[in-house]
């Protein structure tokens, strides 16, 4: 594996996986699914391999792309949603990880809501949400078809991405799971668990009044 030249790259690739822990520990990943990175400079980024079981990585299942999603060793396999997680990072210099589950919850929630975006409101836990201040703002976190075709997804991201800074640092893919991301590790993760927290609360609430539309 090629390594940077940097004293923070172990204690980062030792906080990815302690954030991918977590993740599997809550049964946000199973089956090998999800893939999780971290932005280490301009060029690089930190990624999982393709098929790994996150309840059980090591640093040898971390490896390096570029700043296009390609990896820096050509032996080695990225995860197959690179793609987005390159042009994540292309959107946004500001992002340093992001973080891609796939819960029951996001997963049935996405494919019940029909339109462009799940509209979240009047719940506090909103406020673990970077740019939310209160429980009446509202949080529309955009839905994209599922595709086998990431380029395709990553570009109709691209399309959607407003001009202004008021992006919710997340999207859902309908019937896949979520990708959230934040300016750290730190961030990324509690917005993963904030929104997986919401998700629930709104299916849990769909359940009770039996609107499941
Ligand atoms: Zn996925």
New binding site residues.
Partial sequence: MVMPQSDDYPALCDALLDTIGRIAARHWCPAT???FSARIDDQLRLITRSGRDKTRLSRADLMLCDARGKALNPADKPSD?TALHARLYQLDSRIGAVL?T?SSTATVLSRLSHGSSLSIHGFEMQKAIHGQTSHLDALDVPIFDNTQDIDALAERVAERWPADATVVPALL?RG??LYAWGRDLNEAYRHVEGLEFLFECVWQERLATRDLS
């Fill in positions: 699914g999800g893939n949603e891609h796939h893919v896949h799971g």
